[in-house]
């Protein structure tokens, strides 16, 4: 097991010696004949105290933008980065298998979560390369020269989920970083051990105090750094609820900036004119792809009533096919789900269903063994009931039968959510009349597709309660950085 002790904070690397909090897998281990969650170590369980000096260390280096980091040139902060790249990647496969533990994602998905990370690294690396030939050029009008530079904005609160406690915490943290703000880094309670492969490679790339760790509950360490008001952007990925309760701790509310992926219930919709083996292959990927565990995975299907039975019976088809097992067997589609609760949650879900008239369709739907779910087909689904409305995070698929189109528009005007829809039509005049209505309730509309990030450089956001600002490459730059101009008027005092 991996006791991790140390913590980053003003560029020392500290040894705690208080209490810790132990970290069990989610995938369950024979151990003396007995099947347990198997213990991969612990961590610091660290107070108020260590996050208000990991803050302080994050203002100090900050400096009201007169630190050495807000100050360096561009070139300057890249290689740094470029630094920090080198040496993560030295640490890949010891990250790799900590992932696969932690959270059970399958080996295979683990390696493209590492490798996603190391292109977006690059990828946002070359980016502000182009920002910043944009930045030196200079605009001539009426006499005033200009330069639009991007100025960093202060000290970031980078907080990212379970789901890619990896990748989704460095969409963040990364563009936060190398636009000249100073980094306060709480890793997701799932996926906080495999970090401490990379606490060295940050002290030893970046200027003291620009990267700094906290360690513990997140209800005990985050409220007060909040509650501080010197926090300047809130970068979190995760639950609405959370994202709320800790905005509304700041005291200059509207101040702080937020930068937030949240809650999302993505609707896939088959109509009449679908072809039903591609709505099929792609709602497969999308609702089970790490077991539905994904803020993007479709969580709820419309499908027109007159292709319901034949779509049912293909989707029970493939579900019976995929492939169950342990996230380091090859091939693997559905491994344990991460959260110890979640089982329990999902049953109650699905039994809300029955209970008010629909039924779970496929063979072994919802049956559980240790923290495998078998994914469940429920049928039909309806608004009176949690499955319809509450977003499960996990391998349930509930299929509502429509007659008219309008009913899937109306679910999508009366959510909550607004991140992400797919249509499956193969009818030209059909998807057109849709685009317009979905594009005006979420941020991507997918044309016989799943849902989902990727690729990178797309603009990645959701409306209502999905979130708030814009993640991607060039836009994340943007999001963690202000236009600031310096002016040079052509008088006759400067000319001289
Ligand atoms: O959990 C939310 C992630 O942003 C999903 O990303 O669509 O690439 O799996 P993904």
Redesign the pocket.
């Known amino acids: 097991p991996l006791h991790q002790r140390e913590y980053l904070v003003g560029g020392e690397i500290k040894i705690w010696d208080g209490p810790v909090q132990e970290v069990y897998s989610p995938v369950y281990t024979l151990e003396n004949g007995e099947l347990k969650r198997k213990l991969l170590g612990s961590y610091p369980l660290g107070t108020e105290k260590e996050a208000m000096e990991a803050l302080d260390a994050a203002v100090a280096a900050y400096n009201n933008g007169q630190g050495e980091w807000p100050t360096m040139s561009v070139s300057g902060r890249i290689a740094c980065m470029e630094n920090f790249v080198y040496k993560m990647i030295k640490q890949r496969e010891e990250v790799i298998k900590l992932l696969m533990w932690e959270i059970a994602k399958s080996y295979t998905d683990s390696a493209k979560e590492f490798d ?1 990370t190391v292109e977006y690294i690059n990828a946002t690396i070359d980016a502000l390369k182009d920002t910043d030939r944009q930045s030196s050029r200079f605009e001539i009008k009426e006499g005033v020269v200009a330069q639009i530079r991007r100025s960093p904005l202060g000290v970031v609160l980078s907080m990212g ?1 379970f ?2 406690p990896l ?2 915490t460095f969409t963040t943290l990364i563009p936060a970083l190398i636009m000249g703000n100073t980094i306060l880094f709480k890793a997701p309670k799932h996926g906080v051990l495999l970090h401490s492969y990379l606490l060295r490679a940050f002290q030893e790339s970046f200027p003291k105090g620009v990267v700094n760790t906290i360690y513990g509950r997140g209800a005990v360490i985050t409220p007060p750094v909040m509650q501080s008001g010197k926090v300047d952007v809130l970068a979190f ?1 995760g639950s609405s609820k959370v994202a709320n309760d800790l905005k509304k701790r700041h005291p200059k509310i509207n101040r702080l900036r937020a930068v937030l ?1 949240l809650d ?1 219930k993505n609707a896939a919709i088959v109509t009449q004119h679908a072809d039903l083996a591609v709505a099929v292959s792609e709602i497969i990927l999308g609702s089970l ?2 077991n539905g ?5 479709i969580k709820i299907i419309f499908v027109h009533k007159s292709v319901a039975d034949a779509f049912l019976q293909q989707l029970n088809t493939a579900v019976s096919k995929l492939k169950y097992g342990m996230p380091w067997e090859p091939g693997v589609q559905i491994t344990p789900v991460t959260e110890a609760d979640k089982p329990t949650y999902l049953n109650e879900v699905i039994q809300d269903a029955t209970a008010k008239g629909a039924a779970v369709v496929n063979e072994n739907g919802g049956a559980t063994a240790s923290s495998f779910v078998f994914p469940a087909v429920v049928y039909p689904v309806n608004d009176s009931m949690r499955l319809y409305h509450e977003e499960q995070f996990g391998p349930v698929l509930p299929v509502v039968p429509f007659e008219s189109i309008q009913e899937p528009i109306d679910y999508q005007i009366n959510s909550s959510h607004g991140m992400q829809v797919s249509i499956f039509s193969n009818d030209a005049k059909e998807v057109a009349s849709l685009i317009d209505p979905f594009v005006n309730l979420v941020s991507r509309v997918n044309i016989n597709s799943l ?4 690729p990178d450089a797309y603009p ?1 956001t959701g409306r209502k309660d999905s979130a708030e600002g814009t993640l991607s490459i060039a836009d994340a730059l943007r999001a963690f950085s202000i236009r600031s101009l310096v002016t040079t008027k052509a008088n006759d005092t400067n000319k001289k």
């Open positions: 996603r989920p789901n890619y990748n989704e990925i992926s999302a792809s790490f565990q994904r803020c993007t995975a849902s989902q990030r990727g990645f």
